[in-house]
Every structure is written in C-alpha cells, then in structure tokens.
C-alpha cells in the first residue's frame, strides 16, 4: 500500500506492478479468508478493559461450540480442504496470466453513504463492516497557497459530497491546521470549526483535537473541554537512510456501546503522546503503518492498495493493528498531482482520518 518510484527508499502503487510476474496475484486472492475474521473480531481488537474480557468470554463458548462440530465433521472437512487449497493456486497461476487485463477493471463502486448531520458524521467512527471511501484534494492557486494549500475531503461517488476542508494557520511556531465542515470557512472562532492539527517544533509527532475548549479554559465539570483524537509519531529518518516512512499512530479504544472512550487530557502526563511514552496504554489503541516489501523487479517497496491507489509518493501508506495486518484501518494514497484517496473503516472517524492525511502532506525536518 505504500508505494514509490526508482529510488530503495520509494513505494510503488500495486496496481503499476501487473508488469511482474508475481508480485500481487497472492495477496489478491486471499483477503477472502482473513476478511470475514477480520471484520468479525474488529470490534474486540479496539476494545479496552471489561468491554474486551467481555467478548472473549462468548468468543471461547463460540470456539467450544465450533470444537464439537469439527470433531463431527472431520474426516469430510479434510477431504474438502484438500480441494479448496488448489484452487486457490490455479486461481493465484490464472491471475498472473491475466496481469494486462486487471489494468482495465474500474475500481469497485464505493458504498452508498447517508447522513443528516455532518457534524455528526465526521466524528463518528465508520460503520463495522463498511469501508468510507473519499477523496483529498490539494488546492494550491491563490497568493500564497503554494505554501498554505488549502485540502479538501469529499466521499468518492458520483455525488462526491463534502465533508471537511483543512488549512495550514500562517504565522504559528509550530505547524497546526483547522479543521472545518465549510469548504469557505476556515477560521478558528467560526462555527464551522470541528478540530485541529498540532505538531512539534520538528514535525514529528502531531496531536489531533476536536473543537472543545482548552482545559485551562474549560468549565470545572470538563464538559466542554477538548478530546484528545488522534496521536502520530514518526520515526527520525534523516535523508531517508532508513528506508520508508515509520509511523505510529494512537488513538482512543471503544467501548461495549462501540462509542470512542473520552481522552480529555488535564494535564501534559495524561495526553495521548505522553501515554505512549510512558507506556500507559490503558483506553488508547497502537497503531502503525504497514511496512511495505522490497520488490527486486520494480526496484522499489510495494504494498496493495487494491487498485484504490495509481500514483507513486512518499505519502503513500496504510494504517493497521499490529494484531491483524489484513485489516486496513486506513489507506491514503496519491492518483494525481493534486489528488489523493482516503479510506477508512471503523473504529476510525472522518476527522481523525483525514488529520493523519494532513499530517502526512507536513514538512518533517527529521524525517525527509
């Protein structure tokens, strides 16, 4: 999934890699199998604390269960198994036969997303099971936008409908973008405000907040404070002698109710950064980008965005739990100069994907 050109250090898009031989036509075929698991235990994997020992209880009565029909069910099991692993080969041989064709396939249709309330929306985590498919745009005319462009996200259908728009503030010591459900407004005290992206002075790690209050400034009762999102550390790569980007990010787990645990930080030990630092991982979710492989034919690292991705870039990646590397938490991508994809899937939300987006597109003086 992360892909770039020529150079050790670059991802190349899978989907560019038809020409070998052998590179995609494997993976391709198996996700069938590891889907069902993974959209099945998604919801434990993001769980935290009782919620999580909760489903492991049903998880072994539903094992034991399935343990009694194995044993019934064995000496015909066998006899099928044998079968559907070589078909799964000459399905992986017909693949690679095929490499110009799948050029041509459209990429499939994204689901049909309905919403009233985009405030809502943006925050609320993706429906288990449904992939949110979107699209990023860069807009760089204007004065100034070569160097505060101004992002864009929109769902990737036919209707292409908005969803967040995101700017660079001038004049800040450290990077810190705003975050908006206007495409026209853009500023911190306006309405349209739904969070923001802060970074350090280095551009390594970023802190993701929704539009609540400073706590400083909040009422005692924290009602109205700030929630804590997201967290994303990169690794210090200096000149790329590491090879790809490393990125991990943290965010908070869900509950029994699949609603996101509260982070309301009082103070600099309880936020999300710190938390990693200090391995308090309690109510928080590791993730990390998937690392890409080392393809000797295309002379690059390659990873599969299942077509959804056309472009090389350093920005390329895809975000998964260290449990399930199947499951794409997210995937971001370039397809044109200016253009990107964006898909999520749950425990994700709009916002905090598209704040990992934003952090991606950052200048990083550590890492480039």
């Known amino acids: 999934m992360f892909q770039i050109n020529g150079d050790k250090p670059d991802f190349i898009a899978k989907k560019k890699a038809a020409k070998s031989d052998s590179d995609e036509s494997e993976p391709e075929t198996k996700p069938s199998k590891t889907k069902k698991k993974s959209t099945a235990n998604s919801a434990s994997m993001f769980q935290t604390g009782e919620e999580k020992e909760k489903v492991k209880d049903k998880d072994k009565k539903k094992d034991k269960n399935s343990k009694d029909k194995e044993k019934n069910n064995k000496k015909k099991s066998s006899a099928k198994s044998d079968e559907s692993e070589e078909e799964v080969t000459e399905v992986a041989k017909n693949k690679k036969g095929k490499g110009k064709k799948s050029k041509k396939e459209e990429r499939p249709p994204s689901p049909q997303i309905v919403f009233d309330d985009l405030d809502e929306f943006v925050l609320q985590a993706a429906p288990q099971g449904t992939t949110i498919k979107c699209k990023v745009t860069r807009d760089k005319r204007g004065m100034d936008r070569g160097f505060y462009p101004t992002y864009y996200l929109h769902l990737d259908n036919e209707k292409k409908v908005f969803l967040l728009a995101g700017r660079k503030r001038k004049k800040s010591a450290t990077s810190n ?49 700030r929630q804590e999102l997201a967290a994303i550390i990169y690794e210090t790569n200096v000149l790329g002698f590491k090879g790809p980007r490393k990125m991990t990010v943290i965010i908070p787990g869900m509950d029994d109710d699949n609603e996101r645990v509260p982070i309301c930080p009082r103070t600099e030990n309880d936020t999300l950064l710190a938390r990693y630092q200090n391995r308090q991982m309690d109510n928080v979710i590791e993730l990390h980008n998937k690392t890409p492989v080392w393809n000797d034919d295309s002379a690059s690292y390659v990873l599969n965005f299942s077509g959804r991705v056309t472009q090389a870039s350093v920005k390329n990646f895809q975000i998964v739990h260290s449990k399930d590397n199947s499951y794409i938490v997210m995937q971001f991508g370039r397809v044109a100069d200016d253009m990107f994809t964006l898909d999520y899937n749950y425990p994700m939300c709009a916002v905090q994907a598209f704040a990992i987006a934003l952090s991606s597109f950052d200048g990083k003086l550590a890492c480039e």
Do not use: H
């Open 177 to 225: 973008y705003l975050i908006s459900i206007d495409s026209t407004d853009l500023s911190r005290g306006g309405d349209n405000f739904i969070g923001k992206l802060r970074s350090n002075l280095m551009g390594t790690k970023f802190t993701v907040f929704d539009n609540g209050l400073n706590p400083e400034r909040s009422l005692r009762d924290m009602s109205n404070a």
